[in-house]
Structures are given as structure tokens and as C-alpha cells.
């Protein structure tokens, strides 16, 4: 019988993080869904097939996000481990030189993925706060235009245990 921690982690190894789905974060896109339709009523001086064109495109976007904030995208970051990366002997010589790699699990890892789990690293510039942090990764194979438009994993407070929060934002702050 499986339990409620569908999501949790299934190794022995206590270095996985497993992320939940956030009650913030779904409330944060469907508010601003909400504030964009508003806006996109407010456009009455707009055609008619322009708005419609608006409509769609908030639509399938609000439908992404959710997707991949309530877990359900193959793509979607389930779990993760920070770690160490061997740093050179001369750390100036590469400001952007990442320290933090990481360890990632998908959820529904199918057959376009090459595997349920990755490693990847861990780019510099997180945005760290007591509320909210967005931490930037690569991975090996990622196309070369994900050097400016990185994939990022978003964490609520109520994403993950508090204890495990406050180790994350440390190490983000730190590396």
C-alpha cells in the first residue's frame, strides 16, 4: 500500500530534498491570471480577434504553470540534492564559475527523458529571501541558448520542511 508521500523520498539517501506542491504558488498564478483577464477586459479599444488572441495565449499559459507547479509535467522538479563541486585552486579566475551542483529527480519521467534522475549545477545569482527563492540550474545537455533563459525551481515556504528552507537559502547565499 502506498502511503501519502507519493512525492517524498523513496531512497535511503537523507541528502533528498522532496519538494510538495505549493498552495502560494498556485495562488500566486491564478491571481495574476485573474488580473490579466481583467486587463485584457479593460482593452475594449482592441479588436475583437486580438483580445480572443490575448484570451488563448493567457489561457495555455496559465495551464503550463500549473501543470508544472502542481507536479504533474514530466519536467517537473519532484526532489533534489545539493552538493559540492570541485572548485579550482584559484577561485578568481571565474566570478560566474558555478560551486553547487545538484542532484534532480522528475516526476513522470517518460520515454523523452534519458533518465527520472539528472545532475546538474547550480548557477549563481538565486534569488534568496526568507518568503521565496528561485534557484537556477543546468543541465550537461542543455541547449546553448539556456545560458540566458536558465530552467529555474521555485520554492515556497510551504514547498518544503522549513528546516530543510532555511539549509537551502544558506548554501545559496554561501556558494
Known sequence: METNESNENKSDDPRWIALRVSRINVGVIVVGALLALAMIYLLRELSAWIRYLLLA?????????????LLKARNSVVAFYLFDLDAPADDTANADTPKLGMHIRFANAGSLLAAPEREGVVLRKAFVSPWFTAMRYRLPDDPVWRRWWPKVIALWPDSLDADEFRKIRVALNWK
Not at 61 to 69: E, H
Request: charged fraction near 15%; proline fraction near 0%; aromatic fraction near 16%.
Open 57 to 69: 495565449g493567457l489561457l495555455f499559459s496559465m495551464a503550463w504553470d500549473l501543470r508544472q507547479t
